[in-house]
């Protein structure tokens, strides 16, 4: 995937169209970077984890790292991409890695490094993790591993401590919008003021999920930026803030009824709306704060259970109309 998505750049999507292809070009990260560019440099490389949120660079970071060892000339040969699906029949998997480890080049020597990335390591049962364990021990020198996952506690004790892990984090703003406005630029857009901020807002952090949006927003050809909100699954500031109002007023129904006025709107993203306010509002007081709070978590826990997105908000609303009146 990685060896042909630049070869379409005009039908890839942006993510993959702007994803970097050196360490230079990686954004944020800090040390990582700067880590990887000496291991790259020195060649001498231990097995590695990536862990981190989503769309903050663990596969570009990958795959940016294989490309400078290779001076830009990434091929088949060398690089092997495995998911954890793969893994269900760890047998399948041993045999394509020795399959990969044992085959030779026709640009390179024998001798020289492969890399097997496996993505979504933390997806893989306990048991087949210990035969990777065991794969990984017995792997050719000339072969490492570069492990990714979300939730590095998923993994197990004996693939950490072979390992060297970095663990990404969420990027900032700064870093988010210099590269959202990298492609407007590229790309010849002719966008909304603010749009970038509100594409922070939205993607808290997930690169890929700003360039996405933005990708899709710039299809749409509008002054509107409330179809920025609608595409991302948020309700709008107006109504957001229409809805804080009714809430202030223990107004229940009328705050259930302003829901129906944006009805795209995902469950969670909203409940993100409210924490933002609530710990940003200075009237609401600390007696009130914990409850809030706690119905704010209770709800988001069952909404990742599947839980029915409107009755869940409806009981929220509720609760707080009611900590409002008695505050
Ligand atoms: N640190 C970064 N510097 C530059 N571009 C980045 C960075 N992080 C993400 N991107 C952009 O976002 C896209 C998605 O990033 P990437 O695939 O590396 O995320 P990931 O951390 O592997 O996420 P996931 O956990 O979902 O696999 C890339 O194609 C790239 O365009
Ligand atoms: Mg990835």
Known sequence: MFIRAREHSDTVPWVEKYRPSSLKEIQGQGWIVTALQNFAEKKKIPHMIFSGPAGTGKTSCAVA??????????????????????SVRMDTVRNEIKAFSSSKSII?????LK?????????????PQ?????????????????LMCNYENQLIDPILSRCALFRFILLPKTTILEKLKKIAK???????????????????????????FLQIFSQIET???????????????????????????????????IFSQDPFFAGRNFLYQL??????????????????????????????????RDLQLESLVALLCEVVKES
């Open 108 to 112: 390179s020597d024998s001798d020289a």
């Open 275 to 308: 924490l933002d306010w609530v710990l940003s509002e200075p009237s609401l007081s600390e007696k009130i704060l914990p409850n809030i709070l706690e119905g704010i978590a209770e709800i988001d826990f069952r909404l990742t259970m599947g839980s029915d």
């Open 186 to 212: 590229k790309e010849k857009l002719k966008l909304p003021d603010n749009t970038f901020e509100v594409l922070y807002l939205i993607s808290k952090g997930d690169l890929r999920k700003a360039i996405n």
């Open 223 to 257: 002054d509107d930026l409330s179809g920025l909100y609608q595409i991302a699954g948020y309700v709008s500031p107006t109504v957001f803030l229409e809805f804080i109002k009714s809430i202030k007023k223990s107004d229940f129904n009328h705050s259930v009824q």
């Open 130 to 146: 210990h035969a990777l364990r065991r794969i990984i021990e017995k792997s050719p020198p000339n072969v490492r591993f570069i």
């Open 65 to 86: 790292f294989v490309n400078d060892i290779f001076g830009g000339k990434l091929s088949s040969d060398s690089i092997l991409e495995l998911n954890a699906s793969d």
């Open 115 to 127: 890399f097997i990335i496996l993505d979504e390591a933390d997806n893989i049962p306990k048991d």
